[in-house]
């Protein structure tokens, strides 16, 4: 992925070239360190578990001391952790039109806080 900026090409990248495995900060150091500008976050669970508050607590606080930008998140495909394998429920479909459905399919059915 790339992304222009008035005269010069900036590298973004994504990190579903790990998204077996869990999002850390340590993985995010290391992609700074490697001069990638920004990175674009991949928000399957088991990489980026978007309802365990401790893990997105952990990586906010990362990137606001940090100079690596986050330039995009991929919306989640399924709500397993086995990539929809569980079952048809596993699927996320943002275009449901009811929407108690919806916010079913994205937060699990837990209360908002």
């Given at each position: 992925?790339r992304i222009?900026?008035?005269?010069?090409?900036?590298?973004?990248?994504?990190t579903?070239?790990?998204?077996?495995?869990?999002l850390?900060?340590?993985?995010?150091?290391?992609?700074?360190?490697a001069?990638?500008?920004?990175?674009?976050?991949?928000?399957?669970?088991?990489?980026?578990?978007?309802r365990?508050?401790?893990?997105i607590?952990?990586?906010?606080?990362?990137f606001?001391?940090?100079?690596?930008?986050?330039?995009?998140?991929?919306?989640?495909?399924?709500?397993?952790?086995?990539?929809?394998?569980?079952g048809?429920?596993?699927?996320?479909?943002?275009?449901?039109?009811?929407?108690?459905?919806?916010?079913?399919?994205?937060?699990?059915?837990?209360?908002?806080?």
């Amino acid at each position: 992925m790339r992304i222009r900026a008035r005269d010069s090409t900036q590298h973004v990248l994504s990190t579903h070239l790990f998204v077996n495995h869990r999002l850390t900060v340590a993985q995010l150091d290391k992609i700074q360190h490697a001069g990638i500008p920004a990175v674009e976050i991949f928000c399957a669970r088991q990489h980026l578990d978007y309802r365990d508050r401790a893990q997105i607590t952990e990586l906010g606080h990362w990137f606001r001391e940090s100079e690596l930008k986050l330039h995009s998140l991929h919306a989640p495909m399924y709500t397993d952790e086995i990539w929809g394998r569980s079952g048809p429920h596993s699927i996320i479909t943002i275009t449901e039109p009811v929407k108690g459905k919806r916010l079913e399919m994205v937060d699990g059915g837990q209360a908002r806080e």
